[in-house]
C-alpha cells in the first residue's frame, strides 16, 4: 500500500464515486490548482470559499475532495474559506499529474464504452437490415410460387374444350298460334 496521501485519497475517490463525478469534479481541481501554478504570488488563486456553487457541486459533493486539498496543503482559515498555505508546490504538480493521469483514464474509458455502445448499435442496425433482407426475398418466393400456380391454372383452363353454344328447344308453353288464312274461293257465301 503506497504511504503518499495525495496518492491514496485520489484512489479512494476513484474507487468510490462514479466515473462522471469524478471526472467533473477533477478537473474543476486541476483549473483551481493550474491557476495557483501559472500565477503562484496571486492570492484570488490560492484561496476559494466553500460556498461557492460550482465547488459545492463538482468538488465537495465528494467529501474526500476536502481531505485531498488538505493533504496538498490547504488549510481551513475559518468555517467556509479554505486558501492554500506557503509556498512549496510539489504536492500541487504531484496532485495535478495525478489528477490528469485518472481524467485521462476515465476519457479513455468513456471513450471504449461510446465505441462498444456505437459498436452494438451498428450491429443491432445491420441484424435489422439482413432481417428486412430476409423476408424480402421470402416474400418474393411466395410471389414467385403464386404467379406459376396462376400460370399454371391459366394454361389448364385453356386446354379444356371451349364450350359449344346450346342448342335452345321450342317453346311449348301457352296458347297456340294459327296463321289467320281467309278460305279459298273468293270469299262468295
Avoid: W
Avoid at 490528469?100 to 443491432?124: F, G, Y
Amino acid at each position: 500500500m503506497d504511504s503518499d496521501p495525495i496518492k491514496q485519497t485520489v484512489q479512494k475517490i476513484c474507487d468510490s464515486y462514479s466515473d462522471h463525478y469524478v471526472k467533473e469534479s477533477f478537473e474543476l481541481l486541476l483549473k483551481l490548482l493550474g491557476n495557483i501554478l501559472k500565477n503562484p504570488t496571486e492570492e484570488k488563486f490560492r484561496v476559494f470559499k466553500k460556498t461557492n456553487e460550482a465547488l459545492k457541486k463538482k468538488v465537495l459533493i465528494i467529501k474526500e475532495n476536502l481531505q485531498l486539498l488538505k493533504d496538498i496543503g490547504y488549510v481551513d482559515i475559518d468555517q467556509d474559506i479554505l486558501a492554500f498555505n506557503g509556498n512549496h508546490f510539489t504536492n500541487i504538480e504531484k496532485a495535478v499529474k495525478l489528477l490528469e493521469a485518472k481524467v485521462e483514464a476515465i476519457n479513455s474509458s468513456m471513450l471504449s464504452q461510446e465505441d462498444i455502445e456505437t459498436r452494438e448499435r451498428e450491429e443491432r442496425a445491420q441484424q435489422n437490415k439482413e432481417e428486412i433482407i430476409r423476408n424480402m426475398r421470402e416474400e418474393r418466393e411466395k410471389q414467385k410460387i403464386i404467379k406459376a400456380q396462376i400460370e399454371a391454372d391459366h394454361k389448364e383452363m385453356l386446354k379444356r374444350e371451349k364450350p359449344t353454344d346450346s342448342n335452345a328447344k321450342p317453346l311449348e308453353f301457352g296458347a297456340t298460334i294459327k296463321k289467320f288464312e281467309p278460305p279459298k274461293g273468293g270469299g262468295k257465301r
